[in-house]
């Protein structure tokens, strides 16, 4: 099940954050900044009751930016990942983006694969762009308003 985000699943979410992102994780400060602006939109992947988790798009004027998609190590593999980007597409194109951007580190081949089969395209490198130094990839995909 997916649903919107509130400031209650603050420390579930900085939690999945240190699980995933390890020395890029977010502090739970800019977490709670994620959930408390109005450019964002925050939806939780939830297995029964738990949070296994999250994804995170900005939207200001035209065009999204993929912040986060992050899914606990123990619940991958179950498409919880596609789901949560399928929303955010959806989210993104309710609220006006004709376009999204995302950064995806250049070594997270299964993160690639996903976002190329949902026909987001390379269009940039960024060198050194995390912590430990690696690089990302910048990623975009046009949006289309369904019928």
């Known amino acids: 099940m997916i649903r919107a985000a509130t400031l209650t699943d603050l420390a579930v979410l900085t939690e999945i954050e240190a699980a995933c992102f390890g020395d890029d994780a977010w502090t739970s ?5 994620e ?42 593999r179950r498409c919880l990942g596609r789901d949560l980007l399928e929303s955010l597409l959806s989210t993104a194109i309710e609220r006006g983006a004709a376009r999204i951007l995302l950064d995806v580190a250049a070594s997270n081949e299964a993160a ?9 395209t390379t269009i940039a490198r960024r060198r050194g762009y995390y912590a430990n130094g690696s690089s990302a990839l910048v990623m975009e995909k046009s949006l289309e308003k369904k019928s």
């Open 112 to 120: 690639m694969g996903l976002y190329a089969g949902f026909g987001f």
């Open 29 to 33: 400060s800019l977490v709670e900044a």
């Open 35 to 76: 959930l408390s602006v109005a450019t964002r939109s925050v939806l939780l992947s939830c297995d029964d009751a738990a949070v296994v988790g999250y994804g995170s798009i900005m939207v200001v004027d035209n065009v999204a930016d993929l912040q986060r998609i992050a899914v606990l190590p123990e619940a991958r």
